[in-house]
T-cell receptor, first 112, second 114 residues
Framework: DTGVSQDPRHKITKRGQNVTFRCDPI?????LYWYRQTLGQGPEFLTY????????KSRLLSDRFSAERPKGSFSTLEIQRTEQGDSAMYLC??????????FGAGTRLSVL | AQSVSQHNHHVILSEAASLELGCNYS??????LFWYVQYPGQHLQLLLK??????LVKGIKGFEAEFIKSKFSFNLRKPSVQWSDTAEYFC????????????FGTGTQLKVEL
């Protein structure tokens, strides 16, 4: 499968713990995006990278959230000191410059 | 900032009925428009896109959408739905020439009954 890959698919954690998600984009895509989706809502933009540079961050991305794309390939999204409100589906997408975005299956986070 | 409004949250149709899902956006400049579909248990998939040119765009599985600039609308249509079209449909917009971040509507849950 050469689509966008996300790991893990599900993550259950206790409040206050740190979690890290990984996204592997489509190999030739230079842009990578993170979105968050809660029940009954469409995905909401969090941040995006062009190659290894993080070019934009949403105001939704609090100081507890950090994303990296160190070599311009895969990306990680870390949430520190998780809160129950962080429970959501975290989606990754990739694109070739400003072309259409292709999404992964997402990581479902449940914070107990 | 841009926003997207999808008027119908839940739609139930019988097989072979025609479908039209509404999408309106709010943004002062030029935009790229998308419809994504999420089948049960699957990830978001691109259904069709509008970047420029012919305002009537055709996508996969017999879907089409028409961009009406004066109405800020990008409605999705299909002449005859199938049971397999049961899914959630999301309209999305991004300003042209920008960072390409998508703003999504809240989605329309379509159920097609046999």
């Amino acid at each position: 499968d050469t689509g966008v890959s996300q790991d893990p698919r599900h993550k259950i954690t206790k409040r206050g713990q740190n979690v890290t998600f990984r996204c592997d984009p489509i190999s030739e895509h230079n842009r990578l995006y993170w979105y968050r989706q809660t029940l009954g809502q469409g995905p909401e933009f969090l941040t995006y990278f062009q190659n290894e540079a993080q070019l934009e961050k949403s105001r939704l991305l609090s100081d507890r959230f950090s994303a990296e794309r160190p070599k311009g390939s895969f990306s990680t999204l870390e949430i520190q000191r998780t809160e129950q409100g962080d429970s959501a589906m975290y989606l990754c997408a990739s694109s070739l410059l400003a072309g259409p975005q292709y999404f992964g299956a997402g990581t479902r986070l449940s914070v107990l | 900032a841009q926003s997207v409004s999808q008027h119908n949250h839940h739609v139930i149709l019988s097989e072979a009925a025609s479908l039209e899902l509404g999408c309106n956006y709010s943004y002062g400049g030029t935009v790229n428009l998308f419809w994504y579909v999420q089948y049960p248990g699957q990830h978001l998939q691109l259904l069709l896109k509008y970047f420029s040119g012919d305002p009537l765009v055709k996508g996969i599985k017999g879907f089409e959408a028409e961009f009406i600039k004066s109405k800020f609308s990008f409605n999705l249509r299909k002449p005859s739905v199938q049971w397999s079209d049961t899914a959630e449909y999301f309209c999305a917009v991004t300003p042209t020439g920008g960072g390409n971040k998508l703003t999504f509507g809240t989605g329309t849950q379509l159920k097609v009954e046999l």
